[in-house]
Structures are given as structure tokens and as C-alpha cells.
């Protein structure tokens, strides 16, 4: 028991840089104290012990804001890194070595009874608010991007986002690692989404359609003035001024102007 208390807390320090001290980490980090009263909730789970099972869950809910369902199954060096809100079902299982950030919920699609939630491989990320709905399997190493909304598997080293998720990055051999380092440097992403590898589809669509749109007015453009060479003369089109706003485009220069007025 002690040797696992220890792998969690050293599980902690690679993985949080906020992390200063062993006392610290004991007595302020919820997603610790959700972990080890999981043990307890799911140990009288296991033995026939439903309701202190579930009770112990609930106290543990209360002091933490994170719930997990004493019938689910978590791998060693789990960690749930702040943690508010997240939600963990009853028949989810979790690997060695997963991270989950706050607000994740691995929840299932179904109400009946059977396996109806995840199956996450080992050292799995899920960044801040994601959602892993269904009985399917997220393959070791794969990284579910924040507020993604995944429904169906992830291949194992995939990056999966969006909603619902897509993959953005194809399957690649997992890299395990152990060190807070190396699990930051394989994650390639932000677990908040804030970096430019979690791109704004939305954004990516509207600057796809006005640089398509810019090229059309070119090509009109030309048609016109081919038109007047051959003694047709068209009117010229008055369009307003389209801009580009700037957050379609970090590193382009915007879109000044469509049309030929």
C-alpha cells in the first residue's frame, strides 16, 4: 500500500511543475485524494460492499468535485491533474500512466447494462473539458484534445479533436516516458487549446472560403477585361471592401479587399 502512495506522489512531481513538496502534494492536490478513496470505494465494490462502495464515492465526490464510480477500473500512476469535474462510469477502465484534466468526463451512450464507457489504453492524455463517450477503446498513447467530444476509437498515438472528434494526427508508434518532460514533449498539443496545434475549424473553413472567393474575383477580373478587348463592354461590378478577420489567419496577411469596385 505504502510503495503505491509513493508511485502516486512520484507520478505527481513528473508531471506537475507546481508541485514543491511531498506534504504539499499529500494534503492540497484533489486528484490525489479522489485516486486513493477510489481504492477504498472500489475495494467494497469488488467484495459485495455496493452501498459503502458507493458512499464512500459520494464523500469522496464532496470533498473533491471529482466522481468516480467505485465499480471502474484505474491503472497505476494515474493522475488527474486539477481535476473539478470530472467524471469517471462505472464500467470505464482506465491504463497505467493516463493523465485526465479538469472537467473530462468518460461517460457512456447507453442505458443498458453491460460495458458502456471507455477503455482507455496506457499513458493517455485527455485535455481540459473533453468528453470519451461509449464502450470503445482510446489505444495507448493516444491524446484527446480539450472540448473534443469522442465517440468512437482512437487509434494508439493519435491525436484526436473536435467536435465530434476527428483524427488530426494518424497513428503512430506510442512513446512512453518518465518524466514530466518527455510526457510534455510527446503530447503535442496543449491540454488547454490554446496552442496552434488545436486549430479553430471554424476559422480554418471561413479563411479557406475567402481565399477561394479572392481567387473567383481574379478570374472575373480577367473575363472583364478580355470582355473589353473584344469591344463587349461590361459594366463593372461595385462590390464592398471583405475583410479577413484576424483570427482566420495568424501568419497570413488578411484578405484587404474582393471585387473590382
Same mark, same amino acid.
Given at each position: 500500500?505504502?510503495?503505491?502512495?509513493?508511485?502516486?506522489?512520484?507520478?505527481?512531481?513528473?508531471? !506537475?511543475?507546481?508541485?514543491?513538496?511531498?506534504?504539499?502534494?499529500?494534503?492540497?492536490?484533489?486528484?490525489?485524494?479522489?485516486?486513493?478513496?477510489?481504492?477504498?470505494?472500489?475495494?467494497?465494490?469488488?467484495?459485495?460492499?455496493?452501498?459503502?462502495?458507493?458512499?464512500?464515492?459520494?464523500?469522496?465526490?464532496?470533498?473533491?468535485?471529482?466522481?468516480?464510480?467505485?465499480?471502474?477500473?484505474?491503472?497505476?500512476?494515474?493522475?488527474? !491533474?486539477?481535476?473539478?469535474?470530472?467524471?469517471?462510469?462505472?464500467?470505464?477502465?482506465?491504463?497505467? !500512466?493516463?493523465?485526465?484534466?479538469?472537467? &473530462?468526463?468518460?461517460?457512456?451512450?447507453?442505458?443498458?447494462?453491460?460495458?458502456?464507457?471507455?477503455?482507455?489504453?496506457?499513458?493517455?492524455?485527455?485535455?481540459?473539458?473533453?468528453?470519451?463517450?461509449?464502450?470503445?477503446?482510446?489505444?495507448?498513447?493516444?491524446?484527446?484534445?480539450?472540448?473534443?467530444? &469522442? &465517440?468512437?476509437?482512437?487509434?494508439?498515438?493519435?491525436?484526436?479533436?473536435?467536435?465530434?472528434?476527428?483524427?488530426?494526427?494518424?497513428?503512430?508508434?506510442?512513446?512512453?516516458?518518465?518524466?514530466?518532460? #518527455?510526457?510534455?514533449?510527446?503530447?503535442?498539443?496543449?491540454?488547454?487549446?490554446?496552442?496552434?496545434?488545436?486549430? !479553430?475549424?471554424?476559422?480554418?473553413?471561413? #479563411?479557406?472560403?475567402?481565399?477561394?472567393?479572392?481567387?473567383?474575383?481574379?478570374?472575373?477580373?480577367?473575363?472583364?477585361?478580355?470582355?473589353?478587348?473584344?469591344?463587349?463592354?461590361?459594366?463593372?461590378? #461595385?462590390?464592398?471592401?471583405?475583410?479577413?478577420?484576424?483570427?482566420?489567419?495568424?501568419?497570413?496577411?488578411?484578405?484587404?479587399?474582393?471585387?473590382?469596385?
Amino acid at each position: 500500500m505504502f510503495a503505491r502512495i509513493r508511485e502516486d506522489i512520484r507520478s505527481v512531481f513528473e508531471r !506537475d511543475p507546481a508541485a514543491r513538496s511531498v506534504w504539499e502534494v499529500m494534503t492540497c492536490y484533489p486528484g490525489l485524494h479522489a485516486v486513493w478513496a477510489h481504492r477504498i470505494a472500489n475495494w467494497f465494490w469488488r467484495h459485495g460492499f455496493l452501498w459503502l462502495g458507493r458512499f464512500v464515492s459520494h464523500l469522496a465526490r464532496w470533498l473533491t468535485g471529482i466522481e468516480i464510480h467505485p465499480g471502474a477500473k484505474l491503472g497505476r500512476r494515474f493522475f488527474i !491533474d486539477h481535476g473539478l469535474g470530472v467524471v469517471i462510469g462505472e464500467t470505464a477502465e482506465v491504463g497505467d !500512466d493516463c493523465t485526465l484534466y479538469q472537467g &473530462v468526463t468518460l461517460g457512456g451512450t447507453s442505458l443498458a447494462g453491460g460495458k458502456r464507457h471507455p477503455t482507455l489504453g496506457n499513458n493517455v492524455v485527455v485535455g481540459s473539458g473533453a468528453k470519451v463517450l461509449g464502450s470503445f477503446t482510446v489505444g495507448d498513447g493516444a491524446r484527446i484534445g480539450s472540448n473534443a467530444v &469522442v &465517440v468512437k476509437e482512437v487509434p494508439p498515438g493519435a491525436t484526436a479533436i473536435g467536435i465530434p472528434a476527428r483524427i488530426v494526427q494518424e497513428q503512430q508508434k506510442p512513446v512512453v516516458s518518465e518524466s514530466a518532460k #518527455s510526457v510534455a514533449d510527446r503530447l503535442g498539443f496543449d491540454a488547454y487549446g490554446v496552442t496552434r496545434d488545436m486549430p !479553430d475549424p471554424v476559422a480554418n473553413a471561413i #479563411s479557406a472560403m475567402l481565399d477561394h472567393i479572392h481567387k473567383l474575383d481574379a478570374q472575373l477580373a480577367d473575363l472583364h477585361a478580355a470582355l473589353n478587348q473584344a469591344r463587349l463592354p461590361v459594366p463593372a461590378a #461595385s462590390l464592398d471592401k471583405l475583410e479577413l478577420p484576424d483570427f482566420c489567419a495568424e501568419d497570413a496577411e488578411p484578405v484587404k479587399k474582393v471585387g473590382n469596385g
